[in-house]
């Protein structure tokens, strides 16, 4: 008869999540003050990555430009 595995104690994991959004109708500032929100929740540290969602109004190049500069890591 087969034997289940010996179970291992499991690491933990943590998930730290922030969120951020802005009205500006500035593309460039509505970035910055997005990702200040982002990093403000997550304690002042960059995440590892990020879930971006913009509105049509925005230069979508832009927008994406200005978030790898802001945050080069993700």
Same mark, same amino acid.
């Given at each position: %008869?087969? &034997?289940? /595995? =010996?179970? @291992?104690?499991? =690491?933990? %994991?943590?998930?730290?999540?922030?969120?951020?959004?802005?009205? $500006? $109708? $500035?593309? #460039?500032?509505?970035? &910055?003050?997005? +990702?200040?929100?982002? @990093? !403000? =929740?997550? #304690? #002042? @540290?960059? /995440?590892?990555?990020?879930?971006?969602? *913009? !509105?049509?109004?925005?230069? *979508?190049? @832009?927008?994406? *430009?200005? +978030?790898?500069?802001?945050? /080069?890591? +993700?």
């Amino acid at each position: %008869m087969l &034997e289940a /595995p =010996e179970e @291992k104690p499991r =690491e933990e %994991m943590h998930i730290h999540v922030g969120c951020g959004w802005s009205a $500006n $109708n $500035n593309e #460039g500032k509505a970035v &910055e003050e997005a +990702v200040s929100s982002v @990093k !403000t =929740e997550l #304690g #002042g @540290k960059s /995440p590892d990555f990020a879930v971006l969602f *913009s !509105t049509a109004s925005y230069d *979508s190049d @832009k927008v994406l *430009s200005d +978030v790898r500069r802001l945050l /080069p890591d +993700v």
